[in-house]
């Protein structure tokens, strides 16, 4: 099953595609974790993002459209995958439809603006492995030590407060009209983000049976 997950920032886009991965077997793509990790390791890609990034900017189309297209040929997305924050603009979509790409279902995560600020300014994540937590609704084992690495948590420059409103106006602006786009073509489904990250996934995972 060829999977997208849309929705603002902060709406849990990125727990949920662990969820699904661990159920179908099929790898999370997140394009904003593969940027973060060029961004740690100083490539050439990782520095041009850089600046978007901690502005609440999205990277360019051209950018993320070639780790798209290079990473959908791996070997493990033969028998699907999730795509995590990509498409996040039109022509994002368009491009994943030029390359042939079928996708079966689009799930959207529905989170209001005024429960953003909180989610966000509450998460801690792991630079090595992507993981992420949250100071009170997920929080690791140890405090400030990633469960799954061991490497140290951090909170993202992004997610400050200052940064969040330019991240939801981007979010409205450039990536809510996909909404629209996969909804024509019939495979949007709409989940509320619920309180209990578990109360979603069960949504979720029923948003992709029927
Ligand atoms: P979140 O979903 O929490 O906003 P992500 O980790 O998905 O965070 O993305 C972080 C940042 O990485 C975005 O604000 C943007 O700058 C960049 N980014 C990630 N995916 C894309 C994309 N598909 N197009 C453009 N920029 C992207
Ligand atoms: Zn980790």
Redesign the pocket.
Known sequence: MNLILLGA??AG??TQAEKICEKLGIPAI????M??EAMANGTEMGLKAKS??DA????P?EV?IGIIRERLQADDCKNGFIL??????IP?AEALDQMGVRIDRVIDIEVPDEKIAARLSGRRVCLKCGATYHTEYKQPKTEGVCDVCGDKLVQRK?DMPETVLD?LKTYHEQTEPLKDYYAKKGNLRVVEGQEAVADTTALTMKALED
Request: charge should be positive; hydrophobic fraction near 25%.
């Open positions: 920032p902060g886009k990125g997140s394009t904003g974790n940027l973060r978007f990034i609440g900017k999205l990277v189309d993320v995590d924050g990509f498409p996040r603009t994002q992004d991240r």
